[in-house]
């Protein structure tokens, strides 16, 4: 037994008889001390220490406390008492789940400190990270007494435990990658940093009329810049959970403005001549400028471009872009067509659209008596319009159909809005790691038309995932957290994140090291124990200890949250007067096997036997009664019922035993 266990065990002892004797004094005529942990910034790896204050403390004769911490960030290395306090004990448990529990207790007469002494300092050795130092309230896990025995009030918990917290220190952020000259209505735009150790949170700042449409808080955003945007600088600071800030990081924006992209109004055309187009200059600088539909124009890519002999009315579109800037504005006008016969021209302001979007219809009527009426309609059905040019809001590809009419004459025509499928990105995916490596594959589906950008994020970090083109795509990662999509779209629409994937990971189990006392095998492992016994799992053996009743090679593995440790020392365990058979007096066949196996015996071996099956994780899949043996020593054995696989087949004769390895195959 070692000296931790010696004192954990006198402690509970002590602490456990003193509060058996006075839970039956309840008067409550004197409230707890207030208990608090202190909260400390680490500036780097090494030593802390953490005082355990008291205001209150008054006629105290008994103190019990557990105090709960995340062992991967610190370590406990010692506790020191007050002077006062000679006898407080301390010790410390393995939860199980990443944490330690600290207990103290401490029994004498009653006893008075002024107010915020340090009844304890607890050391530590700080590594990295952030982790709450917590109180833990069960009742009787955080509790005082007087010298007389009477139990304290403590209700509610919170007024008499203050909880502590251990945070990282932090560096600058920086440098925030993004783009540094960017266009007014230039949209979904990232800036992101790499993520910061010991960081729990991320404050961004844009320059005015920029709008941070997702990741504030974590190491990523997606901005859009608004017809209002100035140039200015992102900046962003983190803070780590005890609320300690960083510097900020910051990079220079320069927000460009739009070229003039209007267009001068058309005098009416006649029927079948041609126009001249007139663009606005674009404003100071230089600018390209492409107009469209193309094959309407004698050369689409001029300031002011001539037409083709035009016949029914269109609508032309300009785009202008700026060579310096990269910017770009457009601009739309509808040429008139006067005298000829009546015709239409249905056409939509925009081919191809975002599920939900609007857009707005055009008659392009032209020719006829002037005089004009319309009916659209549309299939699916949901457009009835007598407008020249409805607004609609299709929610799938919709075929608009038009009807015009001048009183004399009738005249048809169509236009197909294509709408695009809805983007939607699912995550999905649950694992737990064990150890300090090892990585898992999240998925992530993707609805509509690749490819897709999309910003997955856990706890305060956000990655970026650009340009993907396929569906569903698999995410490596190696941290821990909960993982949800914080914002999606594909080459026109934006869309929406669904479903949720975690990632945990736990320490692997230390090797458990085994021993025989007397005929009981002893783990030193306090849970989580799989006995095993020449290489197969022993159905139900998981405690601390096990007594073997066979002959054997025994070891034992450890198995905690998923988490499988090494295996332990083995140990070569003789029963008197059962022994192994010769494997040469036994023959089985088939093997591999379907239905049944037969098991012939050597006329040496006589008497009942009984047959036992085990998968190879320890579960027993088959037990037989004693059967006696036929004059010709066979005996066949049923297995339609179990499943394809590897199994262990255990026969046992008296006093002897044999071990056979036995495959299934499937059935069919």
């Given at each position: 037994?070692?000296?931790?266990?010696?004192?954990?065990?006198?402690?509970?002892?002590?602490?456990?008889?003193?509060?058996?004797?006075?839970?039956?004094?309840?008067?409550?005529?004197?409230?707890?001390?207030?208990?608090?942990?202190?909260?400390?910034?680490?500036?780097?790896?090494?030593?802390?220490?953490?005082?355990?204050?008291?205001?209150?403390?008054?006629?105290?004769?008994?103190?019990?406390?557990?105090?709960?911490?995340?062992?991967?960030?610190?370590?406990?290395?010692?506790?020191?008492?007050?002077?006062?306090?000679?006898?407080?004990?301390?010790?410390?448990?393995?939860?199980?789940?990443?944490?330690?529990?600290?207990?103290?207790?401490?029994?004498?007469?009653?006893?008075?400190?002024?107010?915020?002494?340090?009844?304890?300092?607890?050391?530590?050795?700080?590594?990295?990270?952030?982790?709450?130092?917590?109180?833990?309230?069960?009742?009787?896990?955080?509790?005082?007494?007087?010298?007389?025995?009477?139990?304290?009030?403590?209700?509610?918990?919170?007024?008499?435990?203050?909880?502590?917290?251990?945070?990282?220190?932090?560096?600058?952020?920086?440098?925030?990658?993004?783009?540094?000259?960017?266009?007014?209505?230039?949209?979904?735009?990232?800036?992101?940093?790499?993520?910061?150790?010991?960081?729990?949170?991320?404050?961004?700042?844009?320059?005015?009329?920029?709008?941070?449409?997702?990741?504030?808080?974590?190491?990523?955003?997606?901005?859009?810049?608004?017809?209002?945007?100035?140039?200015?600088?992102?900046?962003?600071?983190?803070?780590?959970?005890?609320?300690?800030?960083?510097?900020?990081?910051?990079?220079?924006?320069?927000?460009?403005?739009?070229?003039?992209?209007?267009?001068?109004?058309?005098?009416?055309?006649?029927?079948?001549?041609?126009?001249?187009?007139?663009?606005?200059?674009?404003?100071?600088?230089?600018?390209?400028?492409?107009?469209?539909?193309?094959?309407?124009?004698?050369?689409?890519?001029?300031?002011n471009p001539q037409t083709v002999n035009l016949t029914a009315e269109n609508i032309f579109h300009l785009m202008v872009t700026n060579l310096e800037t990269g910017c770009q504005d457009d601009d739309h006008e509808t040429?008139?067509?006067?005298?000829?016969?009546?015709?239409?021209?249905?056409?939509?302001?925009?081919?191809?659209?975002?599920?939900?979007?609007?857009?707005?219809?055009?008659?392009?009527?032209?020719?006829?008596?002037?005089?004009?009426?319309?009916?659209?309609?549309?299939?699916?059905?949901?457009?009835?319009?007598?407008?020249?040019?409805?607004?609609?809001?299709?929610?799938?590809?919709?075929?608009?159909?038009?009807?015009?009419?001048?009183?004399?004459?009738?005249?048809?025509?169509?236009?197909?809005?294509?709408?695009?499928?809805?983007?939607?990105?699912?995550?999905?995916?649950?694992?737990?790691?064990?150890?300090?490596?090892?990585?898992?594959?999240?998925?992530?589906?993707?609805?509509?038309?690749?490819?897709?950008?999309?910003?997955?994020?856990?706890?305060?970090?956000?990655?970026?995932?650009?340009?993907?083109?396929?569906?569903?795509?698999?995410?490596?990662?190696?941290?821990?957290?909960?993982?949800?999509?914080?914002?999606?779209?594909?080459?026109?629409?934006?869309?929406?994140?669904?479903?949720?994937?975690?990632?945990?990971?736990?320490?692997?189990?230390?090797?458990?090291?085994?021993?025989?006392?007397?005929?009981?095998?002893?783990?030193?492992?306090?849970?989580?124990?799989?006995?095993?016994?020449?290489?197969?799992?022993?159905?139900?053996?998981?405690?601390?200890?096990?007594?073997?009743?066979?002959?054997?090679?025994?070891?034992?593995?450890?198995?905690?949250?998923?988490?499988?440790?090494?295996?332990?020392?083995?140990?070569?365990?003789?029963?008197?007067?059962?022994?192994?058979?010769?494997?040469?007096?036994?023959?089985?066949?088939?093997?591999?096997?379907?239905?049944?196996?037969?098991?012939?015996?050597?006329?040496?071996?006589?008497?009942?036997?009984?047959?036992?099956?085990?998968?190879?994780?320890?579960?027993?899949?088959?037990?037989?009664?004693?059967?006696?043996?036929?004059?010709?020593?066979?005996?066949?054995?049923?297995?339609?019922?179990?499943?394809?696989?590897?199994?262990?087949?255990?026969?046992?004769?008296?006093?002897?035993?044999?071990?056979?390895?036995?495959?299934?195959?499937?059935?069919?």
């Amino acid at each position: 037994m070692t000296a931790e266990t010696h004192l954990k065990e006198n402690m509970h002892r002590i602490l456990s008889i003193l509060f058996m004797g006075i839970t039956c004094i309840q008067a409550f005529a004197q409230n707890a001390p207030r208990t608090h942990l202190a909260t400390v910034n680490a500036t780097g790896p090494g030593v802390l220490e953490i005082p355990v204050t008291v205001q209150g403390f008054n006629n105290i004769g008994s103190i019990y406390l557990s105090v709960d911490y995340n062992f991967s960030v610190i370590q406990l290395t010692m506790a020191v008492p007050h002077p006062q306090l000679s006898t407080f004990l301390y010790g410390e448990a393995d939860l199980g789940t990443g944490f330690h529990r600290i207990t103290m207790g401490w029994y004498g007469n009653g006893l008075t400190l002024p107010d915020f002494s340090t009844i304890m300092t607890i050391h530590f050795n700080y590594i990295t990270g952030n982790t709450d130092l917590s109180f833990h309230d069960n009742g009787p896990s955080c509790e005082y007494a007087t010298g007389q025995g009477q139990v304290l009030n403590d209700t509610p918990f919170t007024s008499y435990y203050y909880n502590g917290m251990i945070c990282g220190d932090l560096n600058n952020p920086g440098p925030i990658t993004g783009e540094t000259s960017v266009c007014k209505r230039q949209n979904t735009i990232s800036y992101s940093v790499e993520p910061l150790v010991n960081a729990s949170s991320y404050t961004w700042l844009v320059p005015p009329g920029v709008e941070i449409v997702a990741g504030q808080q974590t190491n990523l955003i997606v901005v859009d810049f608004l017809e209002n945007a100035v140039s200015g600088e992102v900046s962003v600071y983190a803070a780590n959970p005890c609320g300690i800030m960083s510097t900020a990081a910051i990079l220079p924006v320069t927000v460009n403005g739009l070229p003039q992209a209007g267009i001068s109004t058309v005098s009416p055309v006649p029927f079948g001549t041609a126009a001249t187009l007139h663009g606005d200059a674009g404003g100071p600088g230089n600018f390209s400028f492409h107009w469209s539909p193309e094959a309407l124009l004698l050369d689409p890519e001029v300031q002011n471009p001539q037409t083709v002999n035009l016949t029914a009315e269109n609508i032309f579109h300009l785009m202008v872009t700026n060579l310096e800037t990269g910017c770009q504005d457009d601009d739309h006008e509808t040429v008139e067509i006067t005298g000829g016969p009546l015709t239409v021209n249905p056409v939509s302001i925009a081919d191809s659209i975002c599920a939900g979007s609007q857009v707005m219809l055009f008659a392009l009527c032209s020719g006829g008596t002037g005089n004009y009426s319309f009916t659209w309609t549309s299939d699916p059905s949901g457009l009835n319009s007598s407008e020249e040019n409805p607004i609609i809001w299709p929610e799938m590809t919709t075929t608009c159909f038009l009807t015009a009419s001048d009183g004399n004459e009738t005249v048809s025509g169509n236009v197909v809005i294509f709408v695009e499928e809805i983007v939607i990105a699912t995550i999905s995916g649950t694992d737990t790691l064990c150890g300090d490596n090892g990585t898992t594959a999240l998925s992530v589906e993707l609805t509509g038309l690749p490819p897709w950008d999309f910003v997955y994020s856990f706890g305060s970090h956000s990655v970026l995932v650009a340009g993907q083109d396929q569906s569903p795509c698999n995410l490596i990662t190696g941290d821990t957290g909960s993982y949800q999509i914080s914002f999606v779209q594909n080459s026109r629409c934006e869309g929406t994140g669904d479903g949720l994937a975690s990632v945990e990971r736990y320490p692997v189990p230390p090797t458990p090291v085994i021993e025989v006392n007397e005929n009981t095998l002893i783990s030193d492992a306090g849970s989580g124990n799989q006995w095993y016994r020449n290489d197969a799992a022993i159905p139900g053996a998981n405690g601390i200890s096990f007594t073997p009743a066979e002959s054997g090679k025994y070891y034992d593995i450890v198995t905690r949250l998923s988490c499988v440790s090494d295996t332990s020392n083995s140990i070569d365990i003789i029963i008197p007067g059962l022994d192994e058979m010769n494997d040469c007096n036994i023959i089985i066949y088939p093997n591999p096997a379907k239905d049944h196996i037969t098991v012939r015996l050597s006329e040496t071996l006589t008497g009942p036997v009984v047959f036992s099956l085990f998968s190879t994780d320890g579960r027993l899949c088959y037990a037989s009664e004693q059967i006696n043996q036929t004059k010709s020593g066979e005996i066949s054995l049923n297995i339609n019922n179990l499943e394809p696989g590897f199994y262990l087949l255990i026969i046992k004769l008296k006093n002897h035993q044999s071990t056979h390895k036995l495959s299934i195959l499937n059935k069919h």
